[in-house]
């Protein structure tokens, strides 16, 4: 359930003259529009860019995801796109940091190991500390990278039908992925040396590993409330619109 503030012109403008009483709904429509635009392009995104990041620069389709729209000319509503598109909707990614912490979002690489059968329904796909890249985050293409050298993998060995990603693969040519191994979640009791980590995918040359790229795991993944969307949304339309209103009632006398 979304959260709201009201705002009462009797309340925020208290010698108003009738002309500029008239004037109120009409600016009134005026000002939301304003007040929607702003927090969509400047207000709502500073906060993204500090909380959701690849790399160094937060993602456009990520900041792009806010919209906006006014009812009955004198209500503002704010929302998150809840579009699928080609892969997880945002509000399903945002929802959980921005207003309660709770399960995270199944990524699209976890999606894929699944259904390729590597993992089960319920299992997800974690980067592993050990995976090469020292404790950074995980670069988009290495998922596609991983992926495509499961598959190629399979090829060797006869298995099933392999993932469609070799084109986007190695693109970045940064590491190489020799033969990747996907061990089951479930320990068999075989499992030596690195493979003793458990469930995830593995790089290995000959009958040597490398090092683990991405661990398993049967407990769903948590994330933390990163910031109050709902406060920081009220709290801002507080200090911003009464202004806005303002402007707009004194634009639409010197108009008329």
């Not at 309340?11 to 939301?32: C, D, H, P």
């Not at 806010?66 to 945002?90: M, Q, S």
């Not at 801002?236 to 806005?244: D, G, L, S, T, V």
Request: net charge positive; proline share 5%; aromatic share 10%.
């Amino acid at each position: 359930m979304g959260q709201y503030v009201k705002f009462e012109a009797k309340k925020l403008f208290k010698t108003l003259n009738v002309l500029e009483q008239s004037q109120l709904k009409y600016s009134g429509g005026r000002a939301l529009r304003k007040l929607g635009f702003e927090m969509k392009k400047n207000v709502i995104p500073r906060q993204m860019k500090a909380n959701f990041r690849i790399g160094e620069q937060a993602a456009p389709y990520t900041l792009n995801s806010i919209r906006y729209g006014i009812v009955d000319n004198n209500r503002l509503e704010l929302t998150v796109n809840e579009a699928e598109g080609k892969g997880n909707a945002p509000a399903k990614y945002l929802f959980p940091p921005m207003v309660s912490g709770g399960a995270a979002y199944t990524t699209r690489f976890t999606k894929a190991l699944r259904a390729q059968n590597y993992i089960n329904d319920g299992t997800w796909a974690i980067p592993s500390p050990k995976n090469g890249f020292k404790g950074k985050k995980t670069p988009a293409w290495f998922y596609a990278q991983t992926l495509a050298g499961l598959a190629r993998s399979n090829r060797k060995v006869g298995s099933s039908s392999p993932i469609g990603l070799a084109k986007r693969a190695n693109k970045k040519k940064t590491q190489s992925m020799s033969r990747l191994v996907s061990v089951p979640a479930e320990k068999t009791g075989k499992e030596k040396g690195v493979f003793a980590l458990g469930g995830g995918v593995y790089r290995v040359k000959g009958n040597t590993v490398q090092n683990q790229l991405f661990y398993y795991t049967t407990k769903e993944p948590k994330v933390p409330k990163t910031y109050d969307y709902y406060k920081l949304a009220t709290d801002e339309a507080k200090k911003i619109f009464p202004e806005m209103w303002l402007k707009e009632i004194k634009a639409a006398i010197d108009k008329g």
